[in-house]
């Protein structure tokens, strides 16, 4: 069983900053690739950055210069540092992971966090 609880999340003002958390626990012999995404009320899920176990990471066009992933592998954890937050970064942020249990891989998510920025 894989499990992944995400952290950090709150109201903050516009301009301010917020660093999430997500940790994986469980049956875990390795994790692969792990990844932000958000949902805003009446969107769809969208990514905003992925990290690899290697540390390599990647972010769609709109996500570059605010956002930056870390992980840290030892404790199975990956962060979101969100910098300049805006109104429009309101949502439920998601984490997920690609975990291997037992003898399968297996893309695990986590229940998300809810971020809110007030102007």
């Known amino acids: 069983q894989v499990q992944l609880v995400e952290s950090g999340g709150g109201l903050v003002q516009a301009g301010g900053s917020l660093r999430l958390s997500c940790a994986a626990t469980?049956?875990?012999?390795?994790?692969?690739?792990m990844a932000w995404y958000r949902q805003a009320p009446g969107k769809q899920r969208e990514l905003v950055a992925v990290?690899?176990?290697?540390?390599?990471?990647h972010y769609p066009d709109s996500m570059k210069g605010r956002f930056t992933i870390s992980r840290d592998n030892a404790k199975n954890t990956v962060y979101l540092q969100m910098n300049g937050l805006k109104p429009e970064d309101t949502a439920v942020y998601y984490c997920?992971?690609?975990?291997?249990?037992?003898?399968?891989?297996?893309?695990?998510w986590g229940q998300g966090t809810q971020v809110t920025v007030s102007s």
């Open positions: 997920n992971a690609n975990v291997l249990s037992g003898s399968s891989w297996g893309l695990h």
């Open positions: 469980g049956s875990i012999f390795s994790i692969n690739t």
């Open positions: 990290i690899t176990s290697g540390g390599n990471t």
